[in-house]
């Protein structure tokens, strides 16, 4: 069982940055494709952000592509989310998770599947992210 615990968040002016952090409680936590979504209320749960095993291969949403930059320190069992010029609309409660691919993949394949929340097994407890305008 992987715990991810989430750090960081809270409240920021539009235009400003956060950065974001989920450090695992296994050492398994390099061998996890990681992302991050976000829910904000009365809506879905929504992709942010995704990245492979290495750290080599990322995948982002539209809506924050450019803006949002993640990353993943695997000698600190640790991804990050570093948001900047944030948006009143990017106020959410944001998640990390943990979940595996198979062994052998491709691109599109990637770029699809880290989008399913039901890729990952594992979640962060959520933080609050808040832009003001």
């Known amino acids: 069982q992987v715990q991810l615990v989430q750090s960081g968040g809270g409240l920021v002016q539009a235009g400003g940055s956060l950065r974001l952090s989920c450090a695992a409680s296994?050492?398994?936590?390099?061998?996890?494709?990681m992302g991050w979504f976000r829910q904000a209320p009365g809506k879905e749960r929504e992709f942010v952000a995704a990245?492979?095993?290495?750290?080599?291969?990322?995948s982002a949403a539209d809506s924050v592509t450019g803006r949002f930059t993640i990353s993943r320190d695997n000698a600190k069992d640790t991804v990050y989310l570093q948001m900047n010029s944030l948006k009143p609309e990017d106020t959410a409660v944001y998640y990390c998770a943990a979940g595996p691919l198979p062994p052998f993949y491709g691109p599109s394949y990637f770029s699809t599947a880290v989008a399913r929340p039901s890729l990952y097994h594992y979640w962060g407890q959520g933080t609050q992210v808040t832009v003001s305008s």
């Open positions: 296994e050492r398994t936590f390099s061998s996890y494709v």
């Open positions: 990245i492979n095993e290495s750290g080599g291969s990322t």
